[in-house]
């Protein structure tokens, strides 16, 4: 529900922990990517200029590459963590080497020291909720948001989606999610 999706936005805004971790757990609703590729993302996947996260298909679930449009608050969120992270592979190191990605258990330990039992919220929630929210509240394009998902979507003809597909249209949603997590987080909404 908005409501509590607001009360959330506000915890994550309010969460204090070490930068990293803040910047995963602030970016997690805003590109709803699994949690392992977020925690696994690299520098060298972000284009920042371009605002566009490309996801390798080797890490994707479905093995397809996937991108990723992201919003102004993600690419500013990014460029914060970038002076910390960004000399290394990985944007969310793991806290004690460098060399490994962010631990799988981080995003949820926060969610849990913020009081967000497993059973309200993990870091595999923020799927559900921009995938609820978006179609129900917001009314943006089912496939646009199942495609952003990386579900496999089908067209009429039953072959799947290339990708980079409807980019325009997905850039233009990302940014109205972002924008809508920020009102919601106000508590305009």
């Known amino acids: 529900e908005p409501k509590q999706a607001g009360d959330l936005m506000r915890s994550i805004a309010a969460y204090t922990g070490h930068p990293t971790t803040v910047a995963a757990l602030k970016l997690s609703p805003l590109v709803f990517v699994r949690p392992g590729e977020l925690r696994k993302a690299e520098w060298a996947e972000i284009d920042l200029e371009a605002a566009e996260w490309r996801i390798p298909g080797s890490k994707m679930k479905m093995k397809v590459d996937h991108l990723v449009p992201l919003s102004k608050q993600a690419v500013e969120l990014l460029r914060t963590v970038q002076p910390i992270t960004g000399h290394g592979q ?100």
């Open 90 to 189: 990985y944007v969310f190191p793991s806290l004690r080497t460098g060399e490994r990605p962010m631990s799988e258990n981080t995003i949820n330990a926060a969610l849990r020291g913020m009081g967000y039992a497993k059973e309200v919220h993990s870091a595999h929630g923020f799927r559900a909720m921009a995938r609820t929210i978006m179609d129900e509240v917001l009314g943006e394009r089912v496939d646009l948001i199942e495609h952003q998902l990386a579900h496999t979507v089908k067209d009429a003809n039953g072959r799947a989606y290339n990708r980079t597909a409807h980019l325009p249209a997905r850039r233009v949603m990302m940014q109205t999610w972002a924008d809508y997590l920020d009102k919601l987080r106000m508590g305009g909404e």
